[in-house]
């Protein structure tokens, strides 16, 4: 079945540090790759997507490539701020069926002045 | 404004006493689908729709009934709630196809004594 792996949390980095929290998938057929985040007692948000190999999804700073070879969608932040913090769910969703999302267990990111 | 509303957005409530959580979206989206979210396990969808009067099974159905007969609601029920479902629930709506993520109410927090 599909699956979507993340690294564990919490990630704690302090303000304008490089972010990179790692996602791998196994999915039969060819996924689409989001990433989502949850800011505190909110709901998910869509972050960014990448639909094909070697798309790059970006929004608000970060950053995910699909690499199809290696299976992963990194998510990467140049600078973070003490507002990027929250926790972030990589999912994929594979095309056809019923539009079901598999997410990971997610990552929450603490960021400190 | 384009959103998904879940009510209640908490909920305490007794072992056996049936409930019902809201959920509408405002968005003419085909699919709707129902996640919980527990810690360690990410999100697991419970049931999904993929328009009115089409529902399925999703990775975690016991205990769950859903229904679908207008296109912006879905309501989620508990015939006769245990302590076990005392989660963290979402409800979230999509346009459909790979190209689009999904949009997420705020939670309902639901706890079940």
């Known amino acids: 079945g599909d699956s979507v792996t993340q690294m564990e949390g919490p990630v704690t980095l302090s303000e304008e540090a490089f972010l990179t929290i790692n996602c791998t998938y196994t999915?039969?057929?060819?996924?689409?790759l989001f990433w989502y985040v949850q800011y505190p007692g909110e709901g998910l948000q869509l972050l960014l997507k990448a639909t094909k190999a070697d798309d790059k999804g970006s929004n608000k700073g970060f950053e995910a490539t699909y690499r199809k070879e290696t299976t992963s969608f990194h998510l990467e932040k140049g600078s973070v701020q003490v507002s990027d913090s929250a926790v972030y769910f990589c999912a994929l969703m594979v095309s056809g069926g019923y539009q079901k999302v598999t997410f990971g267990t997610g990552t929450k990111l603490q960021v400190i002045p | 404004e384009a959103q998904v509303t879940q009510n209640p957005r908490y909920l305490i409530t007794v072992t056996g006493k049936k409930l019902t959580v809201t959920c509408s979206q405002n968005m003419n989206h085909e699919y709707m689908s129902w996640y919980r979210q527990d810690p360690g396990l990410g999100l697991r969808q419970i049931y999904y729709?993929?328009?009115?009067?089409?529902?399925d099974k999703g990775d975690v159905p016991e205990g769950y009934k859903v229904s679908r007969k207008e296109k912006r609601n879905f309501p989620l029920i508990l015939e006769s709630p245990s302590p076990n479902q005392t989660s963290l629930y979402f409800c979230?709506?999509?346009?459909?196809?790979?190209?689009?993520?999904?949009?997420f109410g705020s939670g309902t927090r639901l706890t079940v004594v």
């Open positions: 729709s993929m328009n009115v009067e089409v529902t």
């Open positions: 999915a039969t057929g060819y996924p689409s």
């Open positions: 979230a709506s999509s346009f459909g196809g790979s190209n689009y993520g999904y949009t």
